[in-house]
């Protein structure tokens, strides 16, 4: 491989930062909730657009699994995680 070249790994870098950047932004915006909100309450963020309301998920997204074990969904993170991640997926790889 020649020394410009690359390693093929730098478009990996932005797609990341920005679902780390998305994943941080959620995570304080549901503390910031939690912390200043109760239960049940709603503020106004952008008027006719965006209330933010506490509420009590149960599940995963939408309710999802709300009977379910914390191994299930956690479970199923993780194998989607190996797939994706395991020695480079099919569809990342350029044609020979």
Do not use: C
């Amino acid at each position: 491989m020649h020394p410009l070249q690359g390693t093929g790994r730098e478009g990996q870098r932005r797609p990341l930062a920005i679902l780390t950047a998305v994943l941080a932004a959620d995570q304080a915006t549901k503390l910031l909730v939690a912390a200043r909100l109760p239960l049940g309450a709603s503020v106004t963020v952008i008027p006719g657009l965006l209330d933010l309301t506490h509420v009590h998920n149960p599940g995963v997204a939408f309710s999802l699994l709300a009977g379910v074990p914390l191994l299930v969904p956690a479970a199923i993170a993780l194998t989607l995680l190996f797939l994706f991640f395991y020695n480079e997926a099919d569809w990342t790889r350029r044609p020979r």
